[in-house]
Antibody, heavy 119, light 109 residues
Framework: QVQLVQSGADVKEPGASVKISCRASGYTFTSYGVHWVRQAPGQRLEWMGWIKGDDGRTVYSETFQGRLIITRDTAATTVYMQLSSLRFDDTTVYYC????????????WGQGTLVTVSS | QTVVTQEPSLTVSPGGTVTLTCASSTGAVTSDAWPSWLQHKPGQPPRTLIYRTFYRQPWTPARFSGSLLGGKAALTLSGVQPEDEGEYYCLLHLGVIWVFGGGTKLNVL
């Protein structure tokens, strides 16, 4: 069955970077894209960006331009999300979600990764 | 920056019917925006119920239906169950980006 397994919780200082992994299994990795979504406590879900599984093309939300890099390793069927220049308000749970290319269907989700930014 | 608006909260009785809507600040929501509806409960990842306006996931109960209504995307729950209580988000594909609505807290009382 399709599974997305994310890396574990992390604690970072302000100004540092965090890199979260999302390992996919149970589907053809290059036929899907992977989105990253986050939700701060009491806030709406927020779409961050997307990477296409086959050619690695990325699209980022303007909110994160310059701070966000999404990459993938097709051999490891893993997608990575790196957020830099961390601020206190980046403390939240980050999710990855798969989308079979050009279907608009965020069908499977990772379990979520809590990132805490604290000094 | 596009703002996607949902009702902040709605209350429905068990067995009743309720419609949640999703509006875009850029104008009418059409099927081109591939409207999706997600359910999000505390401590769990979101779960997509409806995508591309009206397509259900294999796990989506038949009581959930998606549509377009008066220039908005809509999610209708018919025969609401207690387990339907939770937060519901719409998600729109606007150009090359995706934008979530503010979420609707559905109370089943």
């Amino acid at each position: 069955q399709v599974q997305l397994v994310q890396s574990g919780a992390d604690v970072k200082e302000p100004g540092a970077s965090v890199k979260i992994s999302c390992r996919a299994s149970g589907y053809t990795f290059t036929s899907y894209g992977v989105h990253w979504v986050r939700q701060a406590p009491g806030q709406r879900l927020e779409w961050m960006g997307w990477i296409k599984g086959d050619d690695g093309r990325t699209v980022y939300s303007e909110t994160f331009q310059g701070r966000l890099i999404i990459t993938r390793d097709t051999a490891a069927t893993t997608v990575y999300m790196q957020l830099s220049s961390l601020r206190f308000d980046d403390t939240t749970v980050y999710y990855c979600a798969s989308e079979r290319f050009a279907t608009g269907n965020f069908d499977f989700w990772g379990q979520g990764t809590l990132v805490t930014v604290s000094s | 920056q596009t703002v996607v608006t949902q009702e902040p909260s709605l209350t429905v009785s068990p067995g009743g019917t309720v419609t949640l809507t999703c509006a875009s600040s850029t104008g009418a929501v059409t099927s081109d925006a591939w409207p999706s509806w997600l359910q999000h409960k505390p401590g769990q990842p979101p779960r997509t119920l409806i995508y591309r306006t009206f397509y259900r996931q294999p796990w989506t109960p038949a009581r959930f239906s998606g549509s377009l209504l008066g220039g908005k995307a809509a999610l209708t729950l018919s025969g609401v169950q207690p387990e339907d209580e939770g937060e519901y988000y719409c998600l729109l594909h606007l150009g090359v980006i995706w934008v979530f609505g503010g979420g609707t807290k559905l109370n089943v009382l």
